[in-house]
């Protein structure tokens, strides 16, 4: 039975044509890529992100086990499972926040038995987290600057009087603080404060932040979390054009496998810490590890949607 039928209730979402967003501004090597070169690049290329056996554990708590997870240049890649799983703990493996116990990362071709999180701009990652870390009191122009603020060359009395080079480095991160607003309709709430704007917005304002540096990697932790059917198709929009448009790989992970299986290019699914599945989203639908791990969480829950 495919899994689509009991507990993936949310319809495949892709309302908004990617291409609706994806105009005005130039990817990473200043060039427009069509989405096939993408996707081409995808299936040749050597993996951009790729974890070696690794084991994290709490105490006695086994969070995860053994995994391997292998991640192709701009494709959108998957993690889910159910509760516990180990989903946020690979996340925070990746993004250098844990150090695994076992097992290596490697990044851009560098292994890593911790990824140095105090370098990740620099190493072309950038990430959103699953509670809201905006600046409420900032408006949302200062919030996406932010997100190029390791850029800046200039000193700090530079900055503070804003003469000379500082000055140009502020302007060029407004201007690029207000590209990507546009390309992800956010103009009109360019000077609202953050922390006034409804929760669906905030996210995508959390989202900007971190695009604005144009990452290689983009790591999003439940990117759709809390937000209503249509936010979560506009925000599938969104993460579906920033990947076409600066060839970004995106890494996610999410509770509504519907989202997942209509945004995903790859899945690997979680349970109990270790990786039982991993492939398209048709396979993943019809992988009966996954389907009982899902049936596990449906018979606890009535509504079958707890995942
Ligand atoms: N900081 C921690 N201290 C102790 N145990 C932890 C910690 N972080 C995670 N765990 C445990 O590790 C296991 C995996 O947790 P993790 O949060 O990674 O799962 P998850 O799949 O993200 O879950 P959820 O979907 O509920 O967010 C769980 O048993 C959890 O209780």
């Known amino acids: 039975m495919p899994i689509a039928n009991y507990a993936f209730g949310v319809a495949e979402a892709s309302v908004y044509a990617p291409e609706t967003f994806a105009q005005g501004l130039p990817d990473r090597d200043g060039q427009a890529r069509d989405d096939e070169s993408v996707a081409a690049g995808a299936e040749a290329s050597a993996p951009l992100l790729a974890l070696e056996g690794i084991g994290l554990s709490f105490g006695g708590v086994v969070a995860l086990a053994d995994v391997d997870l292998s991640v192709r240049p701009g494709e959108i890649r998957a993690i ?32 890593y038995a911790q990824v140095p999180i105090q370098q990740l701009a620099r190493l072309g990652v950038a990430r959103t987290f699953q509670n809201l870390a905006l ?10 600057a932010s997100g190029i603020a390791y850029r800046t060359r200039s000193n700090f009395a530079g900055q503070i009087l804003g003469i000379g080079r500082s000055r140009r480095e502020q302007a060029d991160q407004r201007g690029r603080a207000d590209r990507i607003l546009e390309f992800l309709h956010l103009t009109a709430v360019r000077d609202r404060l953050a922390g006034t704007l409804p929760y669906g917005l905030q996210k995508r304002v959390e989202l900007a932040r971190a695009l604005v540096a144009e990452p290689r990697l983009l790591l999003l932790d439940e990117p759709m979390a809390g937000m209503t059917a249509d936010e979560k198709s506009e925000m599938v929009a969104f993460v579906r054009a920033a990947r076409d448009r600066f060839a970004t790989t ?15 290019d790859r899945i690997a699914v979680l349970d109990y810490g270790r ?24 018979s606890d829950n009535e509504e079958g949607a707890g995942i």
């Open 250 to 264: 995106v890494v996610l992970i999410e509770h509504d496998v519907g989202v997942v299986m209509g945004l995903s």
């Open 275 to 298: 990786k039982i599945a991993d492939g398209t989203p048709d396979e993943i639908r019809n992988d009966q590890r996954v389907i009982d791990a899902y049936l596990g969480v449906a």
């Open 80 to 111: 889910i499972g159910p509760n516990g799983a180990g989903k946020s703990s690979l996340i925070n493996v990746i993004s250098g926040v844990y150090r695994a116990d076992r097992g290596h990362v490697r990044l851009n071709g560098a292994r």
């Open 135 to 144: 600046f409420k009191g900032l408006n949302v122009l200062d919030n996406v």
